[in-house]
């Protein structure tokens, strides 16, 4: 397997999406791929593109010659494959074992109903989006969230409209 | 030859078996979910393990192979108890609705627990809330109900070569979808319903339209024709507990008139009528070089299969309707007319062994100057249905004969319901067209049985006619690709979506195994060799049609009513 590389993909900025040519042309660097491939260009294609795209998906499987009903599956399968263009801001969710003791699943939940999205998608306006990862290397911190980079730790439920709010004022003061 | 023990006594077993097939043989009985006969065991339910000497664990019947020796105890504490805990699992997150349930009755995972002796919730899972995917004209499906076995992914890969649906997602998530998370509609799906006939459970059913059929039956003000496809007769006793291959055509023809049927139609009329236009349209490419080989269009499936995934074949589709199309035009504009009835009155509800007619039906270009030619499609399920719901005792009635001129059919056309039927029958009537005689044996034998590719070589006068005909679009796909790989010496491919034909279709009853399907063959054969009017030429009605109204085959008002045209579908494939 390629390189695993989550992260990468998520410090793209938004708005880089890869139109039908550049996927095309990922696909031209592997002329007689197989199916055994099919992770490497999901991964190759996500990188450029900071996420899936359904044209990406039909133009991988009428490279491999697979039904998109399987890339799906297999790229839902994976928690590093998205669907959804990045947010503004990218919030990463720690649910690793220190963060979950410290409750983590309740911040999951409270922002899924703040934002009004599940893991894994995006805000209509395109400012937020939300990933659940694994442990995100800030135990002392748990529970922590990482919002483009910038870490909020120690954090309670009630915390969370402050931070979301916080990152809406930045925008509107951006705007103006 | 293998010698096994299995429960302390000695069975024999082949070489290279699983212990499930060696199991089967010696008839003995272990619960499966997830087996498929003829495909690779999968392994995913493990309700087919049983306890073998010395190994630690149980195994799975399914998939392990036998080995000289082996002692197998099938029902041993440890494997029922593992049976149980799995059943009881499988119910811990799974809906309470049964009462409510299509499958009520007919359930496999209810069937299970209740021979397992489940009737307490020991583990209670939390359910996974999905919505109702109700986007298809012809397929429900209802991933709430869904157990993940994977038949459905593997009928519609493996057997379909469509795959519309796969597992998405992981765990406790997973889930069986379309890419995207879309609806049927705009998938690849063909809406064969072979999904709906390896579904254990009630994640998968049809497009119920009793409503709109009841409905048009109590209205004065609409003339609700019916007509019966080819296979029903010899499949529809099966929902009252008969054995397969009984055929009730005289009694389910008086059912339809209990239930307010003004008249009930013969689908195999409009099958002979359909020969005639194609063995025309195949004897008028073989002499004009037109597009060869020359496909049947009967079975929806493979049209919209043609469709997404061959558009360079549309050409080598014959132009006619499939019958039931036929019938429901001639119906609303040859015969309406005549009787003095409005056609905007007429409502046409066909019974089909099939759920793609239910697609069918609602194909804009398959109607007469806008008028749909099919207004209900009903299943042999839904017919079966709505018999009981009416209180009809099917086994009581006397037989009636059908009506006219609509109901004579000639026993070419009900081969129809079969895989390789229509081909005899094309052939029957081709030989007649181009010598002016009959084939000296009608009989093509190597076109019968159940195999999913047949071929035959057939001499008409000077004329060598190659002709193969397949049934699952797997199949039918392999031999696609041969032709597009330079295959040349073949005219005729008769195409059936279903593997074995309309006989084994998507709307048929469930739960009938091979030998079902084969008792239902036989029972067309028999009707065949029967009767005497064998030939769809030799159809007086089919005939009569064509001096009253028709003309000839192919001619301007045959086009008008009876043909059409395919385009190039884009879906997510």
């Given at each position: 397997?390629?390189n695993?590389?989550?992260?990468?993909?998520i410090?793209r900025?938004?708005?880089?999406?890869?139109?039908?040519?550049?996927?095309?042309a990922?696909?031209?660097?592997?002329p007689?791929?197989?199916?055994?491939l099919?992770?490497?260009?999901?991964?190759e294609?996500?990188?450029q593109q900071?996420?899936?795209?359904?044209?990406?998906v039909?133009?991988?499987?009428?490279?491999?010659?697979?039904?998109?009903s399987?890339?799906?599956?297999?790229?839902?399968?994976?928690?590093?494959?998205?669907?959804?263009?990045?947010?503004?801001y990218?919030?990463?969710?720690?649910?690793?074992?220190?963060?979950?003791?410290?409750?983590?699943?309740?911040?999951?939940?409270?922002?899924q109903?703040?934002?009004?999205?599940?893991?894994?998608?995006?805000?209509?306006?395109?400012?937020?989006?939300?990933?659940?990862?694994?442990?995100?290397?800030?135990?002392?911190?748990?529970?922590?969230i990482c919002?483009?980079?910038?870490?909020?730790?120690?954090?309670?439920?009630?915390?969370?409209?402050k931070?979301?709010?916080?990152?809406?004022?930045?925008?509107?003061?951006?705007?103006? | 030859?293998?010698?096994?023990?299995?429960?302390?006594?000695?069975?024999?077993?082949?070489?290279?078996?699983?212990?499930?097939?060696?199991?089967?043989?010696?008839?003995?009985?272990?619960?499966?979910l997830?087996?498929?006969e003829?495909l690779?065991?999968?392994?995913?339910?493990?309700?087919?393990?049983?306890?073998?000497?010395?190994?630690?664990?149980?195994?799975?019947?399914?998939s392990?192979?036998?080995?000289e020796g082996?002692?197998?105890?099938?029902h041993s504490?440890?494997?029922?108890?593992?049976?149980?805990?799995?059943?009881e699992l499988?119910?811990?997150?799974?809906?309470d609705?049964?009462?409510y349930?299509?499958?009520?009755?007919?359930?496999?995972?209810?069937?299970?627990?209740?021979?397992?002796?489940?009737?307490?919730?020991?583990?209670?899972?939390?359910?996974?809330?999905?919505?109702l995917?109700?986007?298809?004209?012809s397929?429900?499906?209802?991933?709430e109900?869904?157990?993940?076995?994977?038949?459905?992914?593997?009928?519609?890969?493996?057997?379909q070569g469509?795959?519309?649906?796969?597992?998405?997602?992981?765990?406790?998530?997973?889930?069986?979808?379309?890419?995207?998370?879309?609806?049927?509609?705009?998938?690849?799906?063909?809406?064969?319903?072979q999904?709906?006939?390896?579904c254990?459970?009630?994640?998968?059913?049809?497009?119920?339209?009793?409503k709109e059929?009841?409905?048009?039956?109590?209205d004065?003000?609409?003339?609700?024709?019916?007509?019966h496809?080819?296979?029903?007769?010899?499949?529809?006793?099966?929902?009252?507990?008969?054995?397969?291959?009984?055929?009730?055509?005289?009694?389910?023809?008086?059912?339809?008139?209990?239930?307010?049927?003004?008249?009930?139609?013969?689908?195999?009329?409009?099958?002979?009528?359909?020969?005639?236009?194609?063995?025309?349209?195949?004897?008028?490419?073989?002499?004009?070089?037109?597009?060869?080989?020359?496909?049947?269009?009967?079975?929806?499936?493979?049209?919209?299969?043609?469709e997404?995934?061959?558009?360079?074949?549309?050409?080598?589709?014959?132009?006619?309707?499939?019958?039931?199309?036929?019938?429901?035009?001639?119906?609303?504009?040859?015969?309406?007319?005549?009787?003095?009835?409005?056609?905007?009155?007429?409502?046409?509800?066909?019974?089909?062994?099939?759920?793609?007619k239910?697609f069918?039906?609602?194909?804009?270009e398959?109607?007469?100057d806008?008028?749909?030619?099919?207004?209900?499609?009903?299943?042999?399920?839904e017919?079966?249905?709505?018999?009981?719901?009416?209180?009809?005792n099917?086994g009581?009635?006397?037989?009636?004969g059908?009506?006219?001129p609509?109901?004579?059919?000639s026993?070419?056309?009900?081969?129809?319901?079969?895989?390789?039927?229509?081909?005899?029958?094309?052939?029957?009537?081709a030989h007649?067209?181009l010598?002016?005689?009959?084939?000296?044996?009608l009989?093509?034998?190597?076109?019968?049985?159940l195999?999913?590719?047949?071929?035959?070589?057939?001499?008409?006068?000077?004329?060598?006619?190659?002709?193969?005909a397949?049934?699952?679009?797997?199949?039918?796909?392999a031999?696609?690709?041969?032709?597009?790989?330079?295959r040349?010496?073949?005219?005729?491919?008769?195409?059936m979506?279903?593997?074995?034909g309309?006989?084994?279709?998507?709307?048929?009853?469930?739960g009938?195994?091979?030998?079902a399907?084969?008792?239902?063959?036989?029972?067309?054969?028999?009707?065949?060799?029967?009767?005497?009017?064998?030939?769809?030429?030799?159809?007086?009605?089919?005939?009569?049609?064509?001096?009253?109204?028709?003309?000839?085959p192919?001619?301007?008002?045959?086009?008008?009513?009876?043909?059409?045209?395919y385009s190039k579908?884009?879906?997510?494939?």
């Open positions: 397997m390629m695993e590389q989550p992260q990468e993909t410090s900025q938004p708005g880089q999406s890869l139109n039908h040519d550049n996927i095309q990922v696909l031209a660097k592997y007689n791929a197989q199916r055994e099919l992770i490497p260009l999901l991964q294609v996500q990188e900071g996420y899936l795209s359904k044209d990406a039909i133009q991988i499987g009428k490279h491999l010659k697979l039904p998109t399987k890339i799906y599956g297999v790229a839902t399968f994976y928690n590093q494959f998205r669907f959804q263009s990045i947010g503004k990218h919030i990463m969710l720690c649910r690793g074992t220190a963060c979950h003791v410290k409750g983590s699943f309740s911040l999951l939940n409270t922002l109903r703040l934002l009004k999205i599940e893991a894994g998608q995006t805000t209509r306006d395109g400012l937020f989006s939300l990933e659940v990862v694994a442990c995100i290397g800030a135990c002392g911190l748990a529970p922590v919002v483009n980079g910038e870490f909020h730790g120690n954090l309670t439920v009630d915390d969370l409209p931070i979301l709010n916080q990152y809406r004022n930045k925008e509107k003061k951006g705007d103006a | 030859m293998i010698n096994i023990e299995v429960n302390g006594k000695k069975i024999d077993a082949r070489e290279g078996e699983t212990i499930l097939s060696a199991l089967k043989r010696a008839m003995i009985k272990v619960p499966t997830c087996h498929m003829g690779k065991p999968t392994g995913a339910c493990r309700m087919c393990v049983v306890d073998v000497e010395g190994f630690n664990t149980l195994t799975p019947a399914c392990y192979p036998v080995a082996m002692k197998i105890k099938t504490p440890r494997a029922v108890r593992a049976r149980k805990t799995i059943i499988l119910l811990a997150n799974h809906p609705d049964c009462l349930c299509e499958r009520n009755e007919n359930c496999e995972l209810s069937r299970l627990a209740a021979e397992y002796g489940v009737r307490e919730r020991r583990f209670t899972g939390s359910r996974n809330r999905y919505p995917d109700v986007s298809s004209p397929i429900v499906r209802d991933p109900k869904c157990i993940l076995c994977g038949k459905c992914v593997r009928m519609c890969e493996e057997i469509v795959s519309a649906v796969d597992f998405i997602r992981r765990g406790s998530r997973a889930a069986v979808g379309c890419a995207f998370e879309q609806g049927l509609n705009i998938s690849s799906c063909i809406n064969c319903g999904c709906i006939m390896v254990p459970t009630g994640a998968l059913r049809e497009k119920n339209s009793l059929v009841i409905a048009a039956l109590n004065p003000e609409k003339f609700v024709v019916v007509q496809a080819p296979s029903i007769s010899v499949t529809l006793a099966e929902e009252f507990g008969v054995n397969p291959g009984t055929d009730v055509a005289g009694a389910m023809t008086a059912a339809l008139r209990r239930l307010g049927f003004k008249r009930v139609f013969d689908t195999s009329f409009s099958a002979d009528l359909t020969i005639m236009e194609e063995a025309s349209e195949l004897v008028h490419r073989i002499q004009s070089g037109g597009p060869l080989p020359l496909m049947t269009s009967c079975s929806p499936g493979w049209i919209k299969y043609v997404e995934f061959y558009p360079d074949f549309i050409g080598n589709l014959s132009s006619c309707k499939s019958p039931q199309q036929m019938l429901g035009a001639l119906i609303k504009h040859v015969f309406a007319p005549k009787e003095g009835i409005d056609p905007a009155k007429v409502f046409n509800v066909s019974i089909m062994p099939c759920t793609a239910k069918e039906a609602h194909r804009p398959l109607g007469v806008g008028i749909p030619d099919i207004d209900a499609v009903l299943t042999t399920r017919l079966a249905q709505l018999i009981k719901e009416y209180g009809l099917l009581a009635l006397d037989p009636e059908p009506d006219g609509f109901g004579i059919r026993t070419a056309g009900k081969m129809f319901g079969a895989t390789g039927g229509v081909m005899e029958a094309a052939l029957r009537t007649y067209f010598t002016g005689k009959e084939m000296p044996n009989k093509v034998q190597s076109l019968r049985g195999y999913g590719t047949k071929e035959a070589r057939v001499s008409i006068a000077d004329l060598e006619i190659n002709v193969a397949v049934s699952g679009l797997k199949n039918a796909a031999l696609l690709e041969e032709i597009r790989a330079g040349k010496n073949i005219h005729f491919i008769e195409v979506t279903c593997p074995g309309c006989i084994a279709g998507g709307g048929q009853p469930l009938a195994d091979t030998d399907v084969r008792a239902r063959m036989q029972a067309l054969y028999n009707i065949d060799q029967k009767e005497n009017m064998r030939t769809s030429h030799g159809n007086r009605m089919v005939r009569e049609l064509y001096e009253f109204y028709l003309e000839q192919l001619s301007e008002k045959s086009h008008r009513l009876l043909h059409t045209h579908r884009e879906v997510l494939i």
